[in-house]
């Protein structure tokens, strides 16, 4: 082949071309509907794949393959079943699960399957991807080594996050987890947000959006919803749909912020799906695929080559039981926890962050050792006073018998002040760790002239004794 020929044929053109054609599906036909699981036969696609089951009014339902059962297929729609009856026709897509990504898609609201939902009109994006991907690999991952400013001091100051670093955030109901990812989301230094909402409750979004989230955070976010009354498939999709997004960006090099609340619902989502397909149940009835799905997604977070996908999920502890089993995978795959406890939420100490039981694996590698130092100092003052709260509280303390409960009672209300913060006060990184390290240097000037006054009363004890 000349050149001239080579510039006419372009091999790579027309492969992506071809690509993108619709082939003549494969029919199938429904035999069973039981609860909400389809039965099948034919037609010939594999497991994941996507179905449209054809009603007689003309509509079609998509449904996801999620078992067989002998030569049958197992489906789970995505939408709901009503019309549905045995005789329909079902046809596999020959394009699976493929989505529109680009800078457009910022400020806009999709739902599980990656649909606009905000009435702006379809999106317009250059590139498509695929919503299965798989996660980076390990080697081509960046180290973690810089910190990323989340606008909230005692998250900044005390359990520093990286770029690129998979935090959870465990809490039960009610104690202030979306005002908190919406500051986060307003407040942060990440290029982009992309945030999922999965099994929430409907009138939680609306109110998310405009008052939690605002103008300004949503115009440089995305957000994937999925609502409790949405399909099993749709919610754990919409986990899939938003990574895929995060990853968009990360790849043009940009710092996502990726939030998801709750990993949880997604848990229970996927626990609907592998019951329905015929899993044995497990702990709390949670099957084995609920703990493939986990890391499979948490690891499509993380540093790429070029940018990074900051994950911030939300992990609901029924009962506030840290040892759900949900909540205990999900804090052995991620890199560090966020303790929310209704104990401070109910005293008005928002975020109701306990520091103490809160930990961030990789603050010891993208903070100073100053800032670190100081953290650990600020701990201390605040375990020194929880351990003898109860004491002060009733009287039964006497000030001067153990002078680092007094520092600690001298600093506890400095201490408050750092770590509670109102709606849309952001503090800059810098200034935070100043502060922290302010409040430090008070601690350590008390605790040497506690000691300079103990080596006094040494030295006298000793003259008298002479």
């Not at 990993?263 to 019951?275: D, H, P, V, Y």
Request: aromatic share 4%; hydrophobic share 40%; with cysteine.
């Amino acid at each position: 082949m000349n050149e001239m020929q080579s510039k006419l044929f372009d091999i790579g053109r027309v492969s992506a071309a071809l690509d993108k054609v619709e082939t003549l599906p494969t029919k199938g036909q429904i035999v069973r509907v039981s609860g909400t699981i389809v039965e099948s036969k034919g037609p010939n696609v594999g497991l994941g794949e996507l179905c449209g089951i054809h009603l007689d009014d003309g509509n079609r339902v998509l449904a996801e393959v999620i078992g067989f059962r002998e030569s049958k297929l197992v489906l789970l729609p995505l939408d709901e079943i009503n019309g549905i009856r045995p005789g329909n026709i079902v046809t596999g897509r020959a394009k699976q699960r493929n989505l529109k990504v680009g800078p457009s898609i910022l400020g806009r609201v999709l739902d599980g399957l990656g649909r606009p939902i905000d009435g702006k009109g379809p999106l317009t994006g250059s590139d498509e991807r695929t919503v299965e991907n798989a996660g980076v690999c390990p080697l081509s991952r960046k180290k973690i080594s810089e910190p990323l400013s989340l606008g909230i001091r005692s998250i900044d100051g005390m359990i520093t996050c990286g770029k690129g670093q998979r935090v959870g955030i465990f809490a039960g109901s009610g104690v202030g987890k979306s005002v908190l990812m919406g500051e986060i989301a307003k407040s942060s230094e990440a290029d982009v947000n992309v945030v999922a909402l999965v099994g929430e409750r409907g009138r939680e979004v609306r109110e998310f959006l405009e008052e939690n989230l605002g103008p300004e955070g949503l115009a440089r976010s995305v957000v994937v919803v999925a609502t409790s009354d949405s399909a099993a498939v749709q919610r754990v999709r919409a986990g899939f749909v938003a990574a895929t997004i995060a990853e968009y960006f990360r790849d043009q090099g940009m710092d996502v912020l990726f939030m998801m609340d709750s990993l949880t619902r997604l848990a229970q989502a996927q626990r609907e799906i592998g019951l329905s397909a015929g899993e044995p149940p497990a702990t709390k009835g949670y099957c084995p695929s609920v703990f493939k799905l986990l890391p499979k997604l948490i690891e499509r977070l993380g540093c790429g080559s070029k940018g990074s996908i900051t994950g911030m999920l939300t992990v609901l502890t029924e009962g506030d039981d840290m040892n759900d089993p949900v909540a205990d995978s999900a804090r052995s795959l991620l890199d560090g926890h966020m303790v929310l406890t209704r104990k401070l939420a109910e005293k008005g100490h928002y975020p109701a962050i306990d520091i103490l039981a809160s930990v961030s694996r990789l603050m010891t590698t993208v903070a100073s050792d100053e800032h670190v130092a100081a953290a650990r100092k600020l701990k201390e003052i605040y375990a020194t006073y929880a351990d003898a709260e109860d004491l002060i509280n009733i009287g039964a303390f006497q000030p001067g018998s153990n002078m680092r409960i007094d520092a600690a009672v001298a600093l506890i209300e400095d201490v408050r002040d750092f770590l509670i913060q109102h709606v849309n006060q952001r503090t800059g990184f810098g200034k935070t760790v100043a502060r922290l390290v302010e409040i430090a240097n008070a601690w350590d000037q008390m605790i040497a002239q506690d000691g300079q006054t103990v080596a006094a009363g040494s030295e006298a004890n000793s003259g008298q004794m002479r």
